[in-house]
Each structure stands twice: as C-alpha cells, then as structure tokens.
C-alpha cells in the first residue's frame, strides 16, 4: 500500500519535473539571438515571407500562448522541424537513435559491471594493494576527458596495435558480404537473433572501443559508490557476527555485503547515465558513429535550434525516466528508503 | 536516494556532515601525500596560467600566431611538444590555454556557489513555501544532464568563452543550493538557533553567522571535486567549437584540432590531452582524499 | 539591366551554404576538421526516409539487389565520399548530390577540361549551331537513346526538362536568355534566346541541365516528393539500386545505356557517406575502398611520396576571397583597402590554409575560366608600402578591424589567424571570429552599415562563365546587396561588365578586352582582397583506372569510365 504510494507519489512530482523542463527548452528555443521564422526559411527569405512565416508559426503571441500550442503540439509528439533538413525533428531524432542507445546500452553494462567488480575488490581488501590500483582505476576513469580517451584508443588500438577499426559501424564490406537485417535497430543483437556470424562479429568489433570509452567515467563513478558503500555495510554488526561465526571474508565480501551494497549503487546510476549521454556525443563524434550525438554536433553548426532543443528535451525526458526507474528499485531493495523526501 | 546524488556521485548527505573546519583539511594534506602531490601539481599548474605569457617559449604563435615554415613538426629541441598544423609550439599554446582551460572553471565554481549557496541556506532556513519554491526549481534544473543543458544554453546564447562559462554557471548553481540547504536543515534543528533566537538575532544574522560558515568546509570539499568535472565540461564545450574560439588556444580544442591529424602527428592532440587529463586526475586525487575525511560513509 | 543575374542570385547561396565545406571535398584531398566539418553534410541531410532502411530504386535497372551469394560476383568500385542528398530530384538538385546524378543522369553535352583537345563532348545532344547574332540555338538530339524508365529520349523530353528546371529548378537562373524552347522535329529543338549567351556553357551546366525522362517530370509535378525515396529516370550509365540516407549508394550498369559496355567497366559502384577525412583514410589505406574524395589535407603530402597511389594536382573553380566593408571608415578610402592587400603574406597564407595546394588568385575569376587573364595584377606583401599608405590615409596610428568566416571552412579557419599577424605588423588589430557561414552571410546581407569590416568567402562559378557569375555577382552594384557584400558601387565597373557580359558569344575577344579592363579596375580599386585558387587533389590508388578529374564539374566524378582492378 505504502509503497503503490510511494510510486504514485513519485511519478506525480516526475511529471510536474517533466512539465518544468519543457518550460525551459522552450524558452531556450526563444532566446536564440536570430528570428527563428528567418532561421526557418534560410537566408534567401524576403521580409514580408518571413513575417508572414513568423504569422504562421505563432511567434506574434504572448510567449504564454506560444508555450500552450508548444506544448499541444509536443504530446502530439510534433517537436518542429529541423531547419537544416526540414523534416521533422522527431523522424530525425528517431532515425538516429538505436545507434545511440546500442552504444549507450553497451556503454553502460561494460561501467556496471566493471564498476561494481572493481568497487568490491577495492571494498574486500581496503587499504591493500588492490585497493590502490582499483581506486587508481577509478580516478582514471573519471580523469580522463572522453574526447581525449577516444583519440588515445585510436592511436594505441588502432594505429598501433591494428586490433580494431578507427570508427564507424559496421565495415563497407559488410554491405556485400553479410548484410545485417535490420530488426530492433541494434545492429550487434540483430545480427546474433538472424545468426548473421560475421554480422555479429563484424559489429561488436566496431562497437568495441567506442563502448569502452564511454564506460570509463561512469564506471569510475560506480566503482568508488561501491566501495564506499560496502566499506559502510562490512562494518555493520551482522557482518562482524557473521564473522564471528567464521564465515570466510571472501564469502562474507561477495554475498552479504555485496546485497546489501548494491542498492545504493544503483543511486548513482541514474547519474552515471546522465555522463554517459553527454559522454556519447563525444565519442559519437571521435568513431564516427552515426547517432544522436553526431546530429546534435551538426545541428549546432547550423544553429538548428529545433533540433538541438529536441535533443535536450528528450535527453532530459531520458534522464528523469531513468531516475524515476532507479528510485523506484531502490525503494523495492531497500525498505528503509523513507517517503518523505 | 537519487536526489542526493551530487555531481560527482557522492550523496550530498550533509546533514550528517560534520561542520569541520579548515585545520582538518589542512590535516588531509599532511597525512595523505598523494593528495599533497595532487595539490602541488594543481598549485603549478595555476602559477603557469598565471604567467603564461612569462612562461611561453614562443608566447605570439602561443596566442595564435602560425609559422608557415614549421607546419605540424614533430617533438624536438625548439619544440618540444611539436607544433601543430598552423605551425604553432604546442608547448606554448598548452601554457596559454592554461588560461581559459583552468581559470574559468575556476571562476564557474565561484559563481556556482555564489549564486547557489545564499539560495540554499535561505531555503533550508525559512522552510515552507519558499523551501519548496527553490527546491523544485534545482530540481528542475538538475533533471537535465548538466552539461546537455550548458550545450543547449551556449547555443541558445551563441558560442564563446563567456557564454559557455555562463552556462556551466546557470547549469551547475543548483548542485550548492542542495548541498548549503542540507546544511542548513541540520543546524535549524540544532540547540544553538533557538538560543539565537530567543536572544534576538534575526534570522539574516543566522543565517549569516550559523548557516554560511558551518557549510563552508563541506562546500570547499564539493568544490575541489567539482573543478575537475567543470574543467572536463568546459573542455569538453571548447571542444565541440562552443567554448574558446580559434584562434585562441584552450585545451579543449586544441584536441580537437589535433583530430585532423591524429593518425600522422600524434603530438598535436596528445600533449593538451595529457595536461588536461594531469590536472583533472590531481584534483580527483584530492577531492577523494577531502571526502575521506569530511564524508561520514567513508569515515571511520 | 540583365534580369539573369537577378534571378540567379536567390539560389546562389543554397550551394554555397550546402557545400562550403564540399571545396574540401570537390578540391578534395582539402581537410578534415573534427566537428566544424560535419556542417556542410548535415545541410545536405537527405529528405527522404531517414534511418537504416534502404530504399530501392523503382527504375528500369535490370540487377536485382544484391544478396551476400553475390559478393564475390560483381565487380565493384567502391567510393568513399562525403556527398548528402539534400535532394534525388534532378530538377531541383543544386547541391553536393551532383556527384551521384552526374553518374545517372546526362545533359546534352560536357565541357571538356582545358586541356583537352575538344572543348566539349556531345553527350544527348550529337551537334549544335549558333545563328549568327548568337540568338537562336539548334540542338540535333542522338537518336535511339532510352531513359531508364523506358521512355524514348527526344525533342520533347528536352523541352520539358529545361521547361522543369526554368520553373522550379534550383539553378532555374542559368537558362534566363533562354525565352522559348521549341521541338523542331523528334530530335531537333531550338532555344530562342532574349539576349546573345553562351548556350554550351549553360547546357554543360553542372546543375539545371540534366535531361529527364517525362514521365518522371509528370509524376514529380503532381507529387513535389516523387522523387526523394530515391526515384530517378536518367539516360545516364548506371542506375540507383538502392540508397540508405547518411550511409551508401548503390549504383548499378544500365544495360541499354547508349554508349555500351565495352571494354573494361564496373558491374556497380557502391558509393559510402563518409564525413571524416581521417576515416576516408583509413579506409583507402586499408583497402575498403578504391577512392577516396577528401582525405586529410597533410595526408595527401603523405601519399604522394608512397608507392601504389598517384596523386592528381588540378587547378579547381574554388576561389578563395574577402570582401571588405567599403560603406564606412577607414575602409572606404581605397588607400586603406590598398595597403591591408599589400600586408598579406600571400605565401604564407597558401602554405598554411590549403598547404601550398592551390595559387595566388589574380581578382575572383579561377584559372582556367572564362574570363579568366593573366594579366590581371596581383599584389605581393610589402609592408613598407602599406605603411605609407596608411600614413597617407591619416591611419599611422592604427585601428581594428573584424572579420568573420565560414566556422565549417577549415582552410578558412587556418589562413585567418596568418592575417591577423600579418596585419599586426602594421598597426592593425584584427579581431577573427568563426561563424557558421549561414549567420557570416546574414549579418552582412541584412544590416551593411553595421556588418562586419572583413568577409572571407569561398565562391565558385555555377556553369563555367565567370564573366556573368563571378565578376557580376560578387562585385558589380545592386539596391539590395546579395552577394556583392562589399557594397561596392563604381559605376565604370558596372558598365564594362555589363558591356563584356552582352559580346560574350558575338564578339568574344572584344568581351575578353572588356573583362580585363574591369579586372585590373577591380584590383586596384580593391573592395575584395583576393587571396588563392584551390587545387584539386585526388589520390588514386594504381590499381584504379579512368580516373579523370573535370574542372568544369568540381563536384562530380564519372565512374562510366572508372574500373578497380
């Protein structure tokens, strides 16, 4: 009962969120320094077009009225056109995106994982030599700028050790060789359910370095969460009791504590998530890969507004969906976590 | 939870924070020596900003000036870090763009917490509606990954070094707000407010004379941390073309000049690589060393 | 008053916007530059069905899709380029997508490089004559040739193609004089003309000349989107097999093409998209792809001194030049302009923005295009003499100036700062601020009095007349400045190229006279400063044959010819 509550309770405050930050996209889309009806018919337009254009797209109303029709459009999910391409911004959006999230997905399972192993070594034998070297790794991770480690794999990776591409996501050849079916868009698992072999090969050799890079930071991020936390529960009483009764630290390190520890972790996923959207852009960039991040880079260059804050917006949308989910698997987890915050 | 979650993946749990004062962290310094190194490199760094154009070598192509006869040369006595493809000493151009590249975040910390902190300690003190007022409005704000908004921002406002310094400001304030209120809550809730009160100090004068200076400790902690992440984000900006406009130097995009010729001369991107990745990585250092220290969970 | 270059004006810019950074591409081997190049592609974003799908071409090619069974089968030329479709309409198109419709579509004739022995190779058109007062223009079309579709090609598919472009061409404006078109006979047809005009160098027009078939005409005037799924009716040798947007083209031989397949040819040419110079590279040097048509400005050096590849230094219509601002102080004392075009280094600045490819410019007009001179000035830096000018200007002490350029122009990027120095040396502060050519382009067009001081711009010809583009376009007066962004009004200027511009077909030498009294004007008077042509520079591996670079297209390679062995 409490905890329906609690979702309920929840996901109203997430809307209320959700409605502030269209509000803010939104104002941003009309702080742009240049008329947004001259921005929209490039710079060929006459005046009285762009007047009328202006007429057209609401732009004469009082901002409040132009933030109601902002938002009618929005859950009819029409978020304007690109101005670059003047398709809409959504088709633009979605074509892009399954890139985007396979490398995220992979991105983020390569940090969790690796996160979590090197938090809990790091926990299990504190202040000994392994704590130091996974708590270097951990600084490293979260040191090293993703647009700088993308180039440094580039040059060690594949300048010279020749281990993998330089970017980009599948080989030309491919195209002649073993197509991938496109199926849910992520091109590593399409082509595993179609047991496309050298599709799948292929793939995840292009996808490889570029999940990699973006898995450092966050990864970096989990792996000190995690070991703070779990330094916390190993020295709680029912770990020393169990101790006491003589059971292996190795045991104790990997099951008890490690239950208990991982809740919090997941606390600073939803943060982590957030580094690696950003994260992406970059890296999108340095492999050449062909997704959200690369679109919103050149829709900078073009001042296409639209675009840009339809990528914000859905980023943010991405970020508080991601949230909300964490909070509530915590609360699931850990029955402390209080409702009134 | 979530909400507590600073930039850094620490909980801002700081009504657990203990006040501390600045002797433990001075304290931190002289038993950690990774943090004392971590903290001279840092202190180096800020001097060779400072007197950048001292330092230089060649402080004009450090600025932007090419040398059309010594286009992209590797590492050698003249230049040791190279020059890049306009002919420039990398070296100089990474102790000139040790200016915008270190200084600004700098400046983007200060006025985070100036704008941030005030807001946080009126909120956690009065409570009630102006409490819930500001406190949504950070979370507004914090629902957005921080430097996907400053991108949103810097292209709202037009690119440049200002802009892009404004909107890591307006996308990183909240973070203190949070963190001065937790402060705030706990020592509204503490014995020696009410005595403030009963003997007739306003609550201006509490605030001024309880809340500020309990929250500095845990928000110079905060701010260590917070420089690298900034130092990373602006990078990170300059990098996509939205920061430091060429020919200015910055760090950020000198990497990503270096990306035309990465494969042929390393060295162009390489070396503002290192410098950048140095610097974040000795902040790290420190800040973890503070946070054992000031963080209730990681403390003993 | 010629209504042409007023109506050619408007869509002048889309090309310009649209392949800015394509000089790199069609100079080719010209740079790379991390996110600022990605610009010029994302304009050219086709507009058709986005994402991963493929879309298969629903013309008359007899292939079927190719299916991996096939792999080894075909004999393919693989083609790495950075080329968007912004459109697959023949009619409208008048941007990068030229390197692909030159491959599918044929106009009635091709103007031949400079060098070659014919200026032009008839292509549907077999000859033409010109009627004495260079009025009236006959065609004699070749017979027997088909357009993929099926339909024959003659007089009337002519007629409606240019009819088309007129109307809703993107480069509608080049056939201006054109005042009628008629079909004489099944493969005759006539242009009327309002005012004498070079008709070859209109119908060899890299934009608004290709012939397409009618039925495709009639189904694109219904439907504005007929075309962009990736639908085309050429006469061209290949046919578009497939087309997956951002990602690759698939061309395929169109077995009834007129000119054959004899000999040595492709089966297919598969073409990516790719933006990165640096990944253009690398997939050349690993042998992914047979070529590659930007690769890294410091790479092509690189090249040239490895065995396997041969690398193809060709002069380019792609002329590098700044307007100055001549509406205010001091840049509107020609003393001033005089000196700030004597300050630069010109060396310098083609070592360090194309890296030494490419040649002083002499004025806006290309090597290797009419009107091209010799004999033309040109100004060299000497510092002295611009000091004393600017003495004689009463501006000993100095003052700044702005300049803006396009932020996806690499070469831009690179060259500006060597200004910035060079005008230090003589007490001016230049301020250089990078910009997306887009906003450079509005704020000098929009508000002249307060624009910036200094404009740096790439401009190239449309069709190969620089007489009437060029020279017009950029410098003679106009009320509402377009693209004369010097503001510049000299009224003998005007004269002698309106003059040469109306003798270009009847009294071409004459014209040719004319045009270089206004060019050494021009210098002179300096309201621009002029600084290089690119070269083109391709690197072709040994193993391809047929390469062969066309001035006169810069945009477009012809693979008809090209085999990968």
């Known amino acids: 009962m409490r905890r329906l509550e609690f979702v309920i309770t929840r996901f109203g405050s997430t809307l209320m969120v959700l409605l502030g930050v269209t509000v803010i996209t939104f104002l941003l889309a009309r702080t742009v320094p240049t008329d947004p009806a001259a921005l929209f018919l490039g710079p060929r337009a006459r005046p009285e077009e762009i007047a009328k254009v202006a007429e057209q ?73 392994i704590d130091w070297g996974g708590r270097a790794l951990a600084i490293l991770g979260v040191s090293i700028p993703a647009f700088f480690l993308g180039m440094l794999f580039q040059i060690v990776f594949f300048r010279w050790l020749g281990w993998f591409p330089l970017g980009g996501r599948t080989s030309v050849d491919l195209r002649f060789t073993s197509p991938i079916t496109d199926v849910t868009g992520f091109l590593v698992f399409d082509a595993l359910i179609t047991g496309n072999w050298e599709g799948f090969k292929d793939a995840l050799w292009h996808l490889f370095l570029p999940a990699m890079v973006l898995a450092a930071f966050p990864a970096g991020l989990i792996a000190r969460m995690v070991r703070a936390t779990m330094s916390d529960v190993l020295s709680l009483d029912y770990i020393r009791t169990a101790r006491a009764y003589g059971q292996s630290e190795n045991l104790i390190a990997f099951k008890l504590a490690l239950k208990n520890a991982i809740g919090p972790a997941i606390a600073v996923i939803g943060l982590s998530f957030a580094y690696a959207l950003t994260g992406s852009f970059f890296v999108e960039i340095i492999y050449t890969w062909p997704g959200l991040g690369q679109l919103t880079v050149n829709a900078l260059l073009n001042l296409d507004y639209p675009l840009i804050m339809g990528v914000t917006l859905l980023g943010a949308i991405a970020y508080i969906a991601v949230n909300f989910i964490v909070d509530i698997v915590q609360a699931q987890l850990d029955p402390r976590v209080s409702l009134d915050d | 939870m979530t909400d507590r979650v600073h930039s850094d993946g620490t909980e801002t749990d700081a009504a657990a924070t203990q006040p501390g004062s600045f002797r433990q962290v001075v304290a931190v310094f002289t038993r950690d020596r990774m943090a004392t190194a971590g903290l001279i490199i ?38 040791i870090m190279g020059t890049d493809q306009l002919g420039r000493d990398v070296l100089s151009r990474i102790i000139i763009g040790a200016r915008p590249t270190l200084l600004v975040p700098l400046v983007v910390v200060a006025l985070a917490i100036l704008v941030g902190a005030p807001l946080g300690a009126i909120a956690g003190f009065r409570g009630g509606w102006v409490d819930t007022v500001i406190m949504r409005t950070t979370d507004l704000f914090l629902s957005f990954p921080s430097l996907l908004l400053a991108i949103a921002i810097t292209a709202a406002l037009g690119r440049g070094l200002f802009n892009a310094a404004l909107a890591l400001v307006i996308s990183w304030w909240p973070w203190y707000t949070r963190l001065v209120r937790g402060v705030a809550v706990s020592v509204r809730q503490s014995d020696f407010v009410e005595a403030a009160e009963a003997i007739g100090l306003t609550k201006m004068q509490i605030v001024r004379k309880h809340i500020l200076p309990n929250s500095v400790t845990p928000i110079v902690v905060q701010a260590t941390i917070d420089l690298g992440i900034v130092i990373i984000a602006m990078g990170g900006l300059a990098f996509l073309g939205l920061g430091t406009q060429p020919p200015s130097p910055d760090w950020g995009l000198m990497i990503s000049e270096g990306r035309s010729v990465l494969l042929s001369s390393w060295w162009v991107a390489t070396f503002p690589g290192i410098a950048i990745f140095i610097v974040v990585f000795c902040f790290n250092v420190i800040g973890d060393a503070l946070r054992d220290v000031f963080d209730p969970r990681t403390r003993r | 008053m010629k209504p042409r270059v007023h109506n050619r004006a408007p869509f002048r810019l889309l090309i310009l916007l649209v392949a800015l950074t394509m000089l790199a591409a069609a100079c080719s081997s010209s740079g790379d530059s991390g996110e600022g190049d990605g610009s010029g592609d994302t304009t050219t974003t086709a507009a058709s069905s986005g994402g991963e799908t493929t879309t298969t071409a629903a013309s008359g090619g007899s292939e079927t899709t190719t299916t991996a069974a096939e792999a080894t089968g075909p004999k393919v030329l693989k083609v790495a380029t950075t080329a968007n479709i912004t459109t697959w309409d023949p009619v409208k198109s008048f941007s990068t997508e030229a390197l692909y419709l030159a491959n599918i579509y044929e106009g009635l004739l091709r103007i031949n490089p400079p060098d070659a022995a014919e200026q032009f190779t008839p292509l549907l058109a077999e000859s033409w004559e010109a009627s004495e007062d260079g ?63 070079p008709m070859e160098l209109i119908a060899g027009s890299t934009y608004g000349a290709w012939i397409v078939s009618p039925n495709a005409l009639e189904a694109a005037a219904a439907d504005d989107t007929y075309f962009e799924t990736g639908v085309e009716a050429g006469t061209g040798p290949w046919v578009l097999e497939s087309y997956t947007p951002d990602t690759e083209i698939l061309l395929t031989q169109f077995t009834e093409y007129w000119g054959g397949w004899d000999g040595e040819r492709s089966d297919k040419v598969l073409l990516s998209i790719v933006p990165e110079a640096v990944q253009q590279q690398q997939m050349l040097e690993g042998g992914q792809v047979d070529l590659a048509t930007r690769l890294p400005l410091e790479a092509t050096a690189e090249f040239a001194d490895r065995d396997g590849y041969t690398v193809v230094n060709e002069t380019s ?122 906003q450079q382009w509005e704020e000098a067009k929009s508000d002249p009095a307060n624009a910036q001081d200094m404009f740096v711009v790439l401009y190239w010809p449309t069709y190969a007349d620089a007489g009437t583009d060029n020279l017009w376009s950029l410098f003679r ?89």
């Open chain 1, 57 to 129: 797209m609401g732009l004469n109303d009082p901002l409040p009225v132009q933030y109601v029709n902002y938002m009618k459009e929005l859950v009819q999910g029409d978020l304007g056109n690109s101005i670059s391409t003047k398709r809409p911004v959504l088709d633009e959006i979605f074509a892009r995106l399954p890139a985007t999230l396979e490398l995220l997905f992979a991105g983020m399972t390569t940090a969790i994982i690796v996160g979590i192993l090197i938090g809990v070594f790091s926990a299990r034998w504190k202040d000994k030599p």
């Open chain 2, 42 to 79: 840092v202190i180096l760094f800020y001097l060779i900003a400072l007197f950048a154009p001292i330092l230089a070598p060649y402080p004009d192509e450090g600025a932007g000036k090419p040398n059309a006869s010594a286009l992209t040369q590797p590492p050698s006595a003249e230049n």
């Open chain 3, 135 to 197: 009025l009236t223009w006959t065609f004699n079309l070749r017979s027997g040739v088909v357009f993929h579709d099926g339909a024959p090609m003659d007089a009337a598919a002519v007629k409606a193609s240019i009819d088309a472009v007129k109307e809703r061409g993107g480069a509608g404006f080049i056939w201006a004089p054109v005042d009628s078109i008629e079909v004489v006979d099944g493969l005759t047809v006539q242009f009327n003309l309002s005012y004498s005009a």
């Open chain 3, 317 to 438: 219509w792609f002329n590098y030049l700044a307007y100055f601002n001549t509406l205010r102080p001091p840049l509107d004392n020609p003393k001033v302009r005089q000196a700030l075009s004597m300050a630069i280094p010109y060396d310098d600045v083609i070592a360090v923005g194309p890296l030494g490819l490419a040649t002083q410019a002499r004025g806006p007009v290309p090597k290797g295009v009419w009107p091209y001179s010799e004999s033309t000035p040109q100004y060299t830096q000497d510092l002295e003499a611009a000091r004393t000018l600017l003495e004689e200007a009463g501006l000993a002490d100095g003052f700044s100036l702005r300049l803006t350029y396009a932020a996806e122009n690499e070469i831009e990027g690179r060259f500006a700062p060597v200004l910035q120095a060079a005008f230090a040396e003589i007490g001016v502060d230049l301020q250089v601020e990078a910009i997306g050519f887009g």
């Open chain 3, 477 to 565: 007066s106009s009320e509402a400045p377009f693209f004369n962004l010097s503001y510049w009004n000299n009224p003998t200027y005007d004269k002698l190229i309106d003059d040469a511009g109306a003798l270009t077909v009847t009294d071409p030498d004459e014209s040719f006279r004319l045009y270089g009294e206004a060019q050494t004007l021009l210098v002179d008077e300096a309201p621009g400063v002029f600084f290089f042509d690119a070269d083109a520079v391709y690197v072709v591996p040994d193993h391809v044959s047929g390469f062969d670079y066309n001035m006169n297209y810069p945009f477009s390679l012809f693979f008809y010819p090209m085999t990968a062995g």
